[in-house]
């Protein structure tokens, strides 16, 4: 974890608000996370280094693919803070560069975690966030980056892997084919929902089930991505914008048709949000041993798959319940 040496200087190290001072609390609570969660244990390994030089060395335990992936948690963006706490930030933040290694079937290793902040950001807080997800994912934080700025940002990248031998293979998106089966991990709209909740002044639930959670707390379905590439899948992408524009992230990218034939709704949403209100953070699963994939959960005693529809030789097709599925999702203008 460094930072640039351009700026203005800040005179009396070592208070709270310094930036070195931050990096060493951040470090010791990263070391706790991986002591917690993680088999790498709460200090490098011989050979390997974590935070506090210009780059972390890990030494990867396989000699399989390994995978990377990156996303950034921009305040008045992906979050607003006047509904979500700093921890709840960081722990989203490096989520949802899980979940991406999660649609892979990959497992976490390592990560990296930058962040530019306003004066005066709790960063001890947002680290906090940060370390409870790491925890959770067995991903050990290595390194990363501070910076001033007039808004957060939250930028994290995470390597994983596949394991070695033959079935390390990443589960993409473009491996669908006509006739496989079309799963979901979980009924959707939760995080819309949660936020519609919060921005109209409901009381904050904070269980895993309430809604508002689900907005300020998603979870990367990694045993999920593990099991359904171990099981059988040929395709998945996990919902960050939606149902009806991740579903056809797949179909384009494996050249095939979709028919839907529902839409699980999180109890408390309504179908627009599950359809098109993303940050869901579930896995679309396509398979064509339907029967190996759900036994194979079921075995695991992972919650029950819903059966979304099927891929259809129609490249372009999209529909649900028979009829034309109106675009919808998130999407960045620049």
């Keep these: 974890m460094d930072s640039p040496n351009s700026g203005d200087s800040v005179a009396g190290g070592g208070r709270r608000g310094d930036e070195f001072a931050v990096i060493e609390r951040l470090r010791a609570r990263f070391e ?120 957060l940002a939250v930028s994290t990248t995470v390597l994983g892997s596949l394991g070695a031998g033959p079935g390390g293979t990443a589960l993409l998106r473009s491996g669908a084919g006509p006739g496989d089966r079309l799963f979901v991990t979980g009924a959707l709209g939760g995080s819309a929902a949660g936020l519609r909740q919060l921005r109209e002044g409901r009381p904050y639930d904070p269980s895993p089930l309430g809604l508002p959670h689900r907005y300020r707390r998603p979870v990367a379905r990694i045993v999920e991505g593990e099991l359904a590439r171990a099981s059988g899948a040929t395709a998945a992408i996990d919902i960050s914008d939606g149902l009806g524009a991740d579903v056809r992230h797949l179909a384009e990218a494996s050249g095939v048709g979709v028919a839907l034939d529902r839409v699980p709704v999180v109890a408390g949403a309504t179908p627009e949000e599950a359809l098109a209100g993303g940050e869901d953070y579930e896995l679309i699963i396509a398979t064509g041993e339907p029967d190996r994939l759900v036994e194979a959960f079921e075995a695991a005693g992972m919650r029950p798959l819903v059966d979304l529809g099927h891929c259809t030789e129609r490249p372009g097709e999209c529909t649900l319940g028979g009829r034309p599925l109106a675009p919808g999702g998130w999407r960045h203008a620049f």
């Design 32 to 151: 706790a996370a991986a002591a917690a969660g993680s088999a790498a244990g709460g200090s490098p390994p011989p050979g390997d280094l974590w935070i506090g030089d210009d780059a972390a060395v890990v030494t990867l335990a396989t000699s399989g693919p390994a995978v990377l992936a990156t996303d950034l948690v921009v305040e008045g963006v992906h979050v607003d803070l006047g509904l979500c706490a700093l921890d709840d930030v960081g722990y989203k933040a490096l989520m949802v560069s899980l979940s991406d290694l999660a649609a892979m079937g990959a497992r976490p290793l390592y990560g990296l975690v930058s962040i530019a902040a306003p004066v005066g950001t709790d960063l001890d807080l947002l680290g906090a966030g940060v370390a409870e997800a790491a925890e959770e994912a067995g991903c050990v934080v290595v390194g990363g980056d501070l910076s001033g700025s007039p808004v």
